[in-house]
Structure formats: structure tokens, C-alpha cells
T-cell receptor, first 111, second 114 residues
């Protein structure tokens, strides 16, 4: 059975304090791993897709990496506007384009 | 601007009433999806549509129905058979159904019971 576990559930950082969010997954053949950002009362906003172990993608202060069992979202020198819930989702190979989501990490960056 | 529009933003349902949530996209995407989001749980797939006039049940389809008569529209009806409908409902679309392109989401409809 597909499983996605995100940790920690919540994270509070001082502005400028770098850290990482973890997404551990179990899926029968990974087609892709997706990271989204969700602000309160809004829909998820797409950030990255990772397809194979060793792949990395960057966008501003965010960098996503992928291994065969987990993905990390590294946040470098975060700012208060980076506060949001970050969602990880996996897509299984061979099936429709359906995503299986984790429960998210709620990030708060304190000025 | 291209995107996905969900309406209404807030919706209230009385006991025994069916309600319909609207989802419209102008991205020319073939595939569309409905998810439900509850506190402390990941998004769960209700229904998806790979192409016009076709749709499939997701993981939690009981008590819901959909139609896909037009490419740009994928309305979701929450029927009286859904006993716990209070949730945040999210509509998404992707370029096609069998690739690995990302899904893009609307800003959701929050449904509550009166």
C-alpha cells in the first residue's frame, strides 16, 4: 500500500535559520514525487517534481532532493513569507496521474 | 490569466440536501480531479476524469457524484448519502492523465453543515 509520511508535523524557525523537511514514502514504482506549498484557506501551489534518486531542484530559498526512500525540502535562510504548510505527494508508475498525499509540515518563520 | 476557479468559496448544507460545487479551468487540460481535505489528513481523491465524458471513482467516492460534459468543467455534487460532508474541497487539473505533469489546484470550497 502506498504511504507518505511527512515530518515534523510542525516547525518553527527564526528568520534566517535554515532547516529541512522530510517526506518518507513507500510506493510500488515511483513515477514522480511532488512538493506543494499551501497557504491557509488556499489551494496547494506546485513547487517541484522529482523523478529519480539523486535529482535536485531549486527555487529561490528552497531546494528539493530525492533518494529511493525519501525526499527533503531544504529551506535556506527562510523569511516570514515562507510560512505555509508544505505538502509532499507521490505518483505511482503505471497508473493514472493520481497523487497520494502526506499530511504536510506546517512551517512558521518568526521575524 | 489561466487557472482553476472554484465556487462558491463557502457553502452550507442542510440535512438531506444535495449541493453542487463548481470547478472551471481555462488551462485546456484534459484531466481533472476532486479531493477532500480534512484536518490532520492528507488530501484524499474523490473522483477523477481523464477526458471529457469519462470519469472514475477515487478512494472515497461514496456519497459523491460528478459529471464531465465539457472539457473545462467538472462539477461535484455532495449528496445526502454523504454523512460527514464537512471538509475543504479542492479541484485540480493536469495536462493529461497518463503523464507525470503536476496537478494545479483551485482555491477550494469550504462546505459546512447547518
Amino acid at each position: 500500500e502506498d504511504q507518505v509520511t511527512q515530518s515534523p508535523e510542525a516547525l518553527r524557525l527564526q528568520e534566517g535559520e535554515s532547516s529541512s523537511l522530510n517526506c518518507s514514502y513507500t510506493v510500488s514504482g515511483l513515477r514522480g514525487l511532488f512538493w506543494y506549498r499551501q497557504d491557509p484557506g488556499k489551494g496547494p501551489e506546485f513547487l517541484f517534481t522529482l523523478y529519480s534518486a539523486g535529482e535536485e531542484k531549486e527555487k529561490e530559498r528552497l531546494k528539493a532532493t530525492l533518494t529511493k526512500k525519501e525526499s527533503f525540502l531544504h529551506i535556506t535562510a527562510p523569511k516570514p513569507e515562507d510560512s505555509a504548510t508544505y505538502l509532499c505527494a507521490v505518483q505511482r508508475r503505471g497508473g493514472a496521474n493520481n497523487l497520494f498525499f502526506g499530511t504536510g509540515t506546517r512551517l512558521t518563520v518568526i521575524p | 490569466d489561466g487557472g482553476i476557479t472554484q465556487s462558491p468559496k463557502y457553502l452550507f448544507r442542510k440535512e438531506g440536501q444535495n449541493v453542487t460545487l463548481s470547478c472551471e479551468q481555462n488551462l485546456n487540460h484534459d484531466a481533472m480531479y476532486w479531493y477532500r481535505q480534512d484536518p490532520g489528513q492528507g488530501l484524499r481523491l474523490i473522483y477523477y476524469s481523464q477526458i471529457v465524458n469519462d470519469f472514475q471513482k477515487g478512494d472515497i467516492a461514496e456519497g459523491y457524484s460528478v459529471s464531465r460534459e465539457k472539457k473545462e468543467s467538472f462539477p461535484l455534487t455532495v449528496t445526502s448519502a454523504q454523512k460527514n460532508p464537512t471538509a475543504f474541497y479542492l479541484c485540480a487539473s493536469s495536462i493529461n492523465w497518463n503523464g507525470n505533469q503536476p496537478q494545479h489546484f483551485g482555491d477550494g470550497t469550504r462546505l459546512s453543515i447547518l
